[in-house]
């Protein structure tokens, strides 16, 4: 346990920023599973408004460094790529 003041404070300010980390985290969580949904039940309108959504969280967390930059590249990448064969699929 923290012994002086500022660590107290230090403790305090962590324990809420990690509450906020995983609220964050968990919306983005919530948000792919609906898109991936989406996806399945071929609502490709949808699907893309949702991806409008999931990208702006992504970037949201990724400028924050709640997550990195790349790993925030790397899921908007795969997302977009899932869409597109999505669409392709539908499409043929």
Known sequence: MPITKSAKKALKKSLKRKER???KKQQIKKARKEFNK???EAKLEEAKKQ???LYRLIDKAAK???IKKNKASRDKSQLAKKL?????QNAS
């Open 21 to 23: 980390n995983l609220v």
């Open 38 to 40: 989406l996806l399945a």
């Open 51 to 53: 991806l409008d959504t």
């Open 64 to 66: 924050t460094n709640l």
């Open 84 to 88: 597109r064969s999505q669409i392709k």
